[in-house]
């Protein structure tokens, strides 16, 4: 079953803005994972957060968890046309198999130069 | 990070027919993810492959409509049998790399006529 909500589903921006999704998941987690998925290619780890850390940057981008809340948001800064992709959140559940990991239905983001 | 050669990339078959898929890694790893994306959809996982053991699958995957070999540390193979349109998905593998994170390959594009 899908853990993880993103919204919004699909986002268009200008270049030079900042993007932000979100996630929400259901269960107790070990850690939130941002994937980034283009055309229908394989994912790309992006950024990983611990349940017991409440916000991690990368570069462009920032990520915070409210483990309170069971939500996380992906915040790309000051996005290029190469952002361009699916974004999908992935939690690992601490009750379920090991190092599964359960993903999110994704946003898809569209940065129009 | 690891690596990951997924092939083929592409394929056309025909309905009733099998298709088996290849994932290669350029180190050795334990766990190995194999999953279906349908079209517009996100990521479900089917099994996880570990060497030297049977795949474990999950709820709505089964043996024989997935078989899945994995014969060492670089290598494993899934088999869509049987096809049908209904098919007709990404199927990507994955491995577990440090920290938890998951490495893909670029995924294969199943089209099932």
Known sequence: ?113 | SAVISQKPSRDICQRGTSLTIQCQVDSQVTMMFWYRQQPGQSLTLIATANQGSEATYESGFVIDKFPISRPNLTFSTLTVSNMSPEDSSIYLCSVLGGGGIQYFGAGTRLSVL
């Open chain 1, 1 to 113: 079953s899908q853990q993880g909500e993103e919204d919004p589903q699909a986002l268009s921006i200008q270049e030079g803005e900042n993007a932000t999704m979100n996630c929400s998941y259901k269960t107790s987690i070990n850690n939130l994972q941002w994937y980034r998925q283009n055309s229908g290619r394989g994912l790309v780890h992006l950024i990983l957060i611990r349940s017991n850390e409440r916000e991690k940057h990368s570069g462009r981008l920032r990520v915070t968890l409210d483990t309170s809340k069971k939500s996380s948001s992906l915040l790309i800064t000051a996005s290029r046309a190469a952002d361009t992709a699916s974004y999908f959140c992935a939690t690992d559940d601490s009750g379920a198999g090991s190092y599964q990991l359960t993903f999110g239905k994704g946003t898809k983001l569209s940065v129009i130069p």
